[in-house]
């Protein structure tokens, strides 16, 4: 145990304070799926989580891939043709390019349905969009999670076609990403669902390919072709087909000479018929057999994922059903799942979950029959398998593996031997999982890696590089669209990032020196970061009060949100890079670092580059300059709060008044018509801090004291 143990502490360690890919695999019942359940909830980083299809995605918490990385569902030739014709045909939004941006982690549950050339699409979707074509997936920390021993990728034959080309294998680790640089292979081997010891030792010799003429009487003393469900068990029939399970439950449901009950799934928003859990209507009867479909969140658990039961009563929309062994009945309670889209906050640049539609159900299905496909990672005591048309050897294995006991298995089909044969490719695969000592060594280096690459991505600036170099070319292309002024601005903030980025290159190497020193000076290099941090801060001074004060505009109204996109994700990162050094320079620790990078909040931002983006200049208003400020802030937070009018954040009137009296303290905005109790709470230190820097900036003095007093 102590051992297992080990290698679940291993895993949890790598995930979260090392930027290492890790295969993280084991057997049916190890607990891959609480892993990822407790990773979501207790790690740090900026974390997605995407699945091979709809219902895995549900299931594991995220969306599928080709959703989150708008991939094509044709085969992808990994060539650099390939790749350019992929990248032209994903149009992604400024907002999307900053999630994969911020992502710190990427988890690819049931990875051993993932073709290679998916993950080969994924790897160049990461390294376009995160300006980073040197390393695997951008430089992101990528964990994959499955069993390769389950079900395989789905590849038709005219796909494998084209995709044996390329390919060795469709499996995902011979995909062209993995061959480059393999992930570290964990896998978990203390097994919960198996108790018999033979039973264990049968499963490993078939994984390995070496199942012995002893394993093989084993389950031929299993095989009992005229077994009958008794009419009281706890017997769940896996099949090969829907049709062959629902043809059963129908059966057996008949066989009850009582009354129907149905159930309506609630269905808000947006989820998919296609990744429904179980029935939308759920027909139940007393005395039905059923098997829970989730594991229970109350504490005690009352049942799991797989648990089989009968239903004791039905009293109106309350369901009661008792387990074999259990004292007390279980009242069943609404469960619900929900569809997920990863969204950008744009406050404070946190990947959140944003609910598109849930699904509300009773967690039960009827369970005399099920199909081995939808057994896969499910628990039971007793399992009947009719595996006779099993279409891949994977199906059987995870049919044999879904049972706690030998004793408790009974097939209606004879199993051969050659039903049971493993891809070679995958037992070879399996070969390279590392001992836990050699793991233990790793994760000491890793640790050291990860805290170094963490320092160091403060002091570098090649992202705002490549934003600064397309903001170059957009106006470069439309030199006739801009005024006269822009080609020089966006020069000389060009040369200045550049410099920045040289300065902060130099100053990576010293770091990396000093960390890579045996036994390193904390105090000297914090010394270091210190002094580095006042470098940069007054830099990236006055490259901030350079962008705010930008001359540049177009009447193009499409190059004009480009531009100004663009010039923001700038703005907001090198404020970022402030914040984040005001906060390490005196005290640096990794601990810190997050701290700082979630606490931040991205600063508004007072730029329009489009020369038409209104007529209304400010002339009602004795400083239009300032009113230009405050209609510009207006838009600003429209944007931040989804507001579809300007005229919801604050009218015109109220511009005029603020640019008219100049309101300094909150006492003077409140008198402001407009600024309620609300608006005060939301943005109104905003508008205040923008007249107070104004007001300073040109020597002006507040004028609320001709501001006519506010009828009641």
């Known amino acids: 145990m102590a051992e297992a143990n080990a290698y679940y502490t291993l895993a949890d360690e790598f995930a979260k304070i090392t930027a290492r890919s890790v295969f993280l695999t084991g057997k049916a019942g190890t607990g891959k799926t609480t892993f990822l359940r407790r990773l979501k909830e207790e790690t740090q980083k900026q974390i997605a989580v995407v699945a091979p299809t709809g219902v895995a995605a549900i299931n594991a918490g995220g969306v599928t891939m080709h959703s989150f990385f708008q991939l094509p569902f044709t085969p992808f030739v990994p060539t650099a043709e390939g790749r350019r014709n992929l990248i032209s045909k994903i149009k992604m939004s400024t907002s999307r390019r900053k999630l ?39 430089g ?4 994959f999670i499955g069993d390769m021993y389950q079900l395989p990728p789905v590849v038709q034959g005219d796909e494998w076609n084209i995709l044996s080309q390329f390919y060795q294998t469709p499996y995902f680790f011979h995909s062209k990403v993995i061959q480059q640089c393999s992930p570290l292979y964990i896998e978990f081997d203390k097994i919960f669902r198996q108790q018999n010891e033979h039973f264990i030792y049968l499963l490993n010799e078939i994984r390995s390919n070496m199942l012995s003429y002893e394993s093989m009487k084993l389950l031929e003393s299993r095989y009992q072709p005229d077994f009958k469900l008794p009419k009281k068990n706890n017997y769940i029939v ?10 059963i439950n129908a059966e057996e449901m008949t066989k009850i000479k009582s009354k129907t ?12 018929e296609r990744n429904y859990p179980n029935e939308a209507v759920l027909e139940l009867k007393e005395h039905a057999k059923v098997m829970f479909i989730s594991n229970d969140k109350h504490f005690p658990r009352r049942y799991f994922n797989g648990k089989i039961g009968e239903v004791s009563r039905i009293e109106k929309d309350k369901i009661f059903v008792h387990c074999e062994n259990d004292k007390d009945e279980i009242e069943v309670c609404y469960e619900t799942w929900t569809n997920i889209r990863y969204t950008i906050n744009k406050q404070n640049n946190q990947i959140e979950e944003n609910e598109l539609g849930s699904y509300t159900q009773y967690p039960l299905r009827l369970a005399w029959a099920i199909t081995i496909h939808k057994s896969q990672g499910l628990t039971f005591d007793k399992a009947v398998i009719d595996a006779e048309a099993a279409f891949t050897s994977g199906q059987v294995y995870v049919a044999l593996s879904r049972c706690r006991t030998l004793e408790g298995l009974v097939l209606l089909s004879p199993i051969h031997k050659d039903c049971l044969h493993v891809d070679p490719h995958i037992v070879q695969y399996a070969k390279s999982k590392p001992p836990l000592e050699i793991l233990n060594k790793q994760l000491e280096n890793d640790k050291k890696v ?26 470069r292309r439309n030199s006739t669209s801009f005024n006269s002024q822009a080609s020089s601005f966006i020069d000389e903030l060009t040369t200045a990032i ?21 036994n390193m000076d904390q105090k000297y290099l914090q010394n270091r970061i210190a002094a ?11 490259m901030l009060s350079s962008i705010r004060q930008s001359p540049v505009e177009t009447d193009s109204r499409e190059n004009a949100y480009t531009f100004t996109e663009s010039l923001r994700i700038i ?14 320079k005196e005290d640096y620790s990794t601990a810190k670092f997050f701290e700082r990078k979630k606490t931040f909040k991205n600063p508004v931002f007072n730029v329009n580059a489009y020369s038409l983006y209104s007529k209304d200049k400010g002339e009602h208003s004795l400083h239009p300059a300032l009113y230009r400020l405050l209609k510009q802030l207006r838009y600003e937070l429209s944007e931040i709060y989804d507001s579809n009018t300007y005229q919801r954040i604050l009218s015109t009137k109220a511009l005029e008044d603020i640019s008219n009296y100049l309101p300094l303290t909150m006492k003077d905005l409140k008198r402001i018509r407009g600024f309620g109790k609300q608006k005060i709470k939301l943005f109104g230190q905003e508008f205040l801090d923008l007249v107070v820097n104004y007001c300073k900036e040109n020597g002006l003095e507040s004028r609320m004291y001709e501001m006519p007093t506010r009828k009641k």
Do not use: W
């Not at 992101?140 to 964990?143: A, I, K, P, R």
């Not at 805290?451 to 070319?473: A, G, M, P, W, Y």
């Open 100 to 138: 994969m941006q911020e992502l710190e982690m990427l988890v690819i549950d049931e990875i051993s349905m993932v073709r290679a050339d998916v993950l080969d699409e994924v790897d160049a979707v990461l390294r376009y969009f995160r300006y980073n074509q040197a390393e695997p997936f951008g």
């Open 140 to 143: 992101l920390q990528v964990f």
């Open 238 to 247: 896996l099949t090969t087909h829907n049709a062959k399970a629902d043809r």
């Open 261 to 272: 009950y149905r159930f309506e799934a609630i269905i808000k928003g947006e989820f998919p």
């Open 450 to 475: 990860y805290n170094q690459k963490i320092l160091l991505s403060i002091f570098d600036f090649k992202r705002s590089l490549v934003d600064v170099t397309s903001i170059q070319e957009l106006i």
């Open 498 to 518: 550049k410099d920045m980025d040289s300065i902060g290159e130099r100053f990576k190497h010293q770091l990396l020196s000093i960390c890579q020193q045996e």
């Open 532 to 542: 580095a941090s006042d470098y940069f801060l007054v830099q990236i001074d006055k």
């Open 571 to 584: 703005y907001q990162e090198l404020a970022r890079k402030k914040y984040i050094m005001e906060g390490i």
